[in-house]
Nanobody
Framework: QVQLVESGGGLVQAGGSLRLSCAAS????????MGWYRQAPGNQRELVAA???????NYADSVKGRFTISRDNAKNTAYLQMNNLKPEDAADYYC???????????????WGQGTQVTVSS
C-alpha cells in the first residue's frame, strides 16, 4: 500500500516562495506519475503539476513560469517549488501518485492528506 506524506506548506506573503515535498513509501517501483493538486474552499480540486517517472512534466497554465515540479526517484520523493506566490494560489495542496497496473495501462490513485498554503496580500 502506497503512503504519501506531504510537508512544506505554510504562510507566505505574496511574491514569496515555498517548497512542498511529498515522500512516497510502499511503491512497487512500476511506472508512476507523481503530482500536486490543490483545492480552495468552494472550488474543485485541480491539477497543479505532475511529473512522470522518466521526468516529463506538465503544469496548469496558471502556474507556468512560477512553479517547478521535480522528483528524486532514489528517494521516492516529489517536490513543488512555488515562486512568486499569489493570493489565488492559497489552497490545500495534495500530493497524488498514479501507479501503473502490472498488466495494463490502468492506474491506481493514491493521495496524501494535504498541506495548507496561505498567501497573504
Amino acid at each position: 500500500q502506497v503512503q504519501l506524506v506531504e510537508s512544506g506548506g505554510g504562510l507566505v506573503q505574496a511574491g514569496g516562495s515555498l517548497r512542498l515535498s511529498c515522500a512516497a513509501s510502499g511503491s512497487s517501483g512500476r511506472y508512476n506519475v507523481m503530482g500536486w493538486y490543490r483545492q480552495a474552499p468552494g472550488n474543485q480540486r485541480e491539477l497543479v503539476a505532475a511529473i512522470a517517472s522518466g521526468g516529463s512534466a506538465n503544469y496548469a497554465d496558471s502556474v507556468k513560469g512560477r512553479f517547478t515540479i521535480s522528483r528524486d526517484n532514489a528517494k521516492n520523493t516529489a517536490y513543488l517549488q512555488m515562486n512568486n506566490l499569489k493570493p489565488e494560489d492559497a489552497a490545500d495542496y495534495y500530493c497524488n501518485l498514479k501507479e501503473k497496473s502490472p498488466s495494463s495501462w490502468s492506474f491506481t490513485d493514491y493521495w496524501g492528506q494535504g498541506t495548507q498554503v496561505t498567501v497573504s496580500s
